[in-house]
């Protein structure tokens, strides 16, 4: 799960009657994302990028959406264009050290 306030055990509380929320919270084991380290933070950002570069006014037609869509996708990868993700797995492990088990020799 990512790290939305509406991503936890709780919102089923809210959603479904107490007893369907406890069943269905006893079948979940959570695994959050970090903060600022996920493949989905990276997603956020490129979706985020494609909205304000070839989305930015009302399209009402789907097949001229597919069509920017398509052509910004091509663009980005005839540019090779990356994501410059600084937090690296040595970070991560100074950063999020109670995610990671200690090990012994």
């Not at 990868?77 to 050290?97: C, G, V, Y």
Request: aromatic share 8%.
């Amino acid at each position: 799960m990512d790290n939305l306030n509406t991503h936890s055990v709780a919102s089923l509380y809210e959603t479904f009657e107490p007893a369907e929320a406890w069943l269905l919270a006893e079948r979940l084991e959570v695994h959050h994302t970090p903060r600022h380290g996920s493949w989905l933070n990276m997603a956020e950002i490129e979706l985020g990028v494609m909205s304000r570069q070839c989305l930015g006014d009302r399209i009402d037609d789907k097949a001229v959406l597919d069509e920017r869509a398509r052509a910004w996708a091509v663009s980005c990868n005839k540019e090779r264009r990356r994501a410059d993700w600084q937090f690296t797995a040595a970070d991560a492990r100074i950063k999020l050290k109670w995610l990671y088990p200690s090990i012994q020799k």
